[in-house]
């Protein structure tokens, strides 16, 4: 079968690379070997937040009292719990599958390898092997949960995201290894259930990209939720041999020995791009990652790569982004490069992190003249009114010119906040024409407009 476009792997760069592509025109087919959607929607960012909801809606009804309500006490059962979150996921993956008919693409079910000569050959789950020809072959085959050498998984005492998203039942104590967004939201949601959660961190900050304000306040807040965190400390070793696991960890002050029930390894992950055709087709790699152009071409004529399998972020929106802008290049469309430095990142424990640009650290580094503005949640009457009030949001501007350089919030809501941020610096927008635009009132998002204030002296409310 010949196409136009084959795309391996469905996971958000996957099926929008394919669904933009057949919008353009394009034949297209696409190869999965598991479920349509891949990890995002099936083992990552989808049954994650279901899993964090149920979390919430927990808690809040645990301090119903807060609001005026007579005191309840919920329970619950794990099961059912996990039971959700995966009829979530596998309601998601069925919308890829009906995206994937309503767009005229087939779906090839398999194994996929790319070979010399713009060849795909797909192995099925009964051994079968078929051959497709295209004139653009694009691999977006994401990544999985990296092992260290001496934290080997075996998938009950030592796991990594897809055992902790469907544990049988709730470990009575978990040690999370690493900090970024997968760890500490397995770690407020496990902890939320009444789960003894330990982070070890091996940097000297929990959630080490993030700006170091926002590092400190959610640590805090981790902690005030019984949260037990061990920064510059590393896991040297586990002992599963037991009941349950002990944990050597190296820190600071000697080595210390953690008991739980079950250890989550969340030290980032490894892109998928072993056995998959690459040397064969002689596709440069470089420390384990896919190397390409700015428009995603490989250095192989009709072989492109987006999504986790090269060094940018590894972000389901980045993997969005990095396909559409692939495909309408071959289109021959003029097409504006990605900018990484105005890419969102969100965290969704809670307090919730949003965050976008330079943090102060890097702004200084990069040496520009700062104007800094922060606005506590605390002041804000919206927050309050909704009883979570924890957090704040900060912005960075250069002196100079105006330029927003960057935006960082930590609060119950602000992963739907950040894109005013991402919107305003593609614009080039100043602090001066946000103070100019009316935000709100009273809403979580007029603590935006706030902290600009801040930043220029004209602040009102605090």
Known sequence: MNYDVIVIGSGPGGYVTAIRASQLGFKTAIVEKENLGGICLNWGCIPTKALLKSAQVFNYINHAESYGLNKVE??????????????????????????????????????????????????????????????????????????????????KKVIGYREALTLPNQPK????????????????????????????????????VEDADISAHLEKSLKKAGIKIMTNSSVEKVDTSGDGTKAFVKTA????????DVVLSAVGIQANI??????????????????????YKTNVEGYYAIGD????????HVASAEGITCVEKIKGMHVETIDYNNIPGC???????????????????AGYELKIGKFPFSASGKATANGDNDGFIKVIFDAKYGEWLG??????????????????????????????????HPTLSEAVMEAVAAAYGEVIHI
């Open 74 to 155: 919920a329970s619950y059962e794990f099961p059912n719990i996990v039971k959700r979150s995966r009829g979530v996921a596998d309601k998601m993956s069925k919308g890829i599958e009906f995206l994937m008919k309503k767009n005229k693409i087939d779906v090839v079910l398999g194994t996929a390898k790319v070979k010399p000569g713009k060849i795909v050959s797909v192995v099925d789950k009964d051994g079968k092997q078929s051959e497709y020809s295209a004139k653009h072959i694009i691999i977006a085959t994401g990544a999985r949960s990296r092992e260290l050498p001496n934290l080997p998984q075996d998938g």
């Open 173 to 208: 104590k978990m040690i999370v290894v690493g900090s970024g967004a997968i760890g500490v939201e397995f770690a407020y949601f496990y902890a939320s259930l009444g789960t003894e959660v330990t982070i070890v961190e091996f940097m000297p900050r929990i959630v080490p």
């Open 253 to 260: 002050k000697g080595e210390q020995v953690l008991e739980a």
């Open 274 to 295: 072993e056995n998959i055709g690459l040397e064969e087709v002689g596709i440069k790699t470089d420390r384990g990652r896919i190397i390409v152009d700015d428009y």
């Open 309 to 316: 399998v090269l060094p940018t972020q590894a972000l389901a």
């Open 347 to 365: 965290t969704y424990c809670s307090p919730e992190i949003a965050s976008v640009g330079f943090t102060e650290e890097k702004a200084k580094e």
């Open 407 to 440: 935006c960082h919030m930590i609060g119950n809501g602000v992963t739907e906040m950040i894109a005013e941020a991402v919107v305003a610096r593609k614009l080039e927008t100043t602090g001066h024409e946000v103070l100019k635009s009316i935000h709100p």
